[in-house]
Structures are given as structure tokens and as C-alpha cells.
Nanobody, 127 residues
Framework: QVRLVESGGGSVQAGGSLKLSCAASGSTTSTNCTAWFRQAPGREREGVARIYVGGGLTYYADSVKGRFTISQDNAKNTVYLQMNSLKPEDTAQYYC????????????????????WGLGTQVTVSS
């Protein structure tokens, strides 16, 4: 089992920045692919960024490319999401998820195939 705990959410004005953290514990050797998802009220959950923690390969949704950066600190078993130039439409509950290496070989972020999920952290961007 793997436990994921997100932190770092909050309220910021448009144009501001936040850095989210996803701390993993447990049997993390089986989960080399970690992704960030978000879900706004009334909308479907969206995969925004993904990283292969074994080598740093990253993938971004078009909606966040150039503004968000996903990174890792393997010594701390933590994946980060640096969010810059935030917009009101970035407002959502943000979740991290972890799964097998193969998930990081896809040309999309496959929500249904991630095995472990955190409880999320809220990000609110005001205009």
C-alpha cells in the first residue's frame, strides 16, 4: 500500500504562485509514475502533470504547459507542483496519484489506471 498526502494549497490572486507537495509513504517502489489531477465543481477531473520518478520524464496538459512545473525529491519521496501565473480557471481541488511505470509511457494522463490517490488540497485563485 502507498499513502499520498498533498499539501500547499491555498488562496491566491490571479498571477500569483503556489507550490503543492505530494508526500508518499509505504511501498513506493511499485509506483514510479506520479501525476497531479484537479477537479473543479461541476467539472470532470483533469490530469495536469505527470512525472516518472525513476528518471524525471515529465508530461503536461496543454492547459498548464509553460505555467506549471512538476518535480521530485526522491530522498524525501515527494513530488511537487510549482504553479505560476495562476488564473481563476485553475481553481480546483488538486490531487496527486501514483501508479506503475507504464503509466508514464503513455501520451496522455490515464486517470483510471492510477492505483493510489491522496485526499487532495484546495487551490483557489481570485481575479
Amino acid at each position: 500500500q502507498v499513502r499520498l498526502v498533498e499539501s500547499g494549497g491555498g488562496s491566491v490572486q490571479a498571477g500569483g504562485s503556489l507550490k503543492l507537495s505530494c508526500a508518499a509513504s509505504g511501498s513506493t517502489t511499485s509506483t514510479n509514475c506520479t501525476a497531479w489531477f484537479r477537479q473543479a465543481p461541476g467539472r470532470e477531473r483533469e490530469g495536469v502533470a505527470r512525472i516518472y520518478v525513476g528518471g524525471g520524464l515529465t508530461y503536461y496538459a496543454d492547459s498548464v504547459k509553460g505555467r506549471f512545473t512538476i518535480s521530485q525529491d526522491n530522498a524525501k519521496n515527494t513530488v511537487y507542483l510549482q504553479m505560476n501565473s495562476l488564473k481563476p480557471e485553475d481553481t480546483a481541488q488538486y490531487y496527486c496519484a501514483a501508479g506503475g511505470t507504464w503509466l508514464c509511457l503513455l501520451n496522455r494522463i490515464d486517470e483510471a489506471s492510477f492505483d493510489y490517490w491522496g485526499l487532495g488540497t484546495q487551490v483557489t485563485v481570485s481575479s
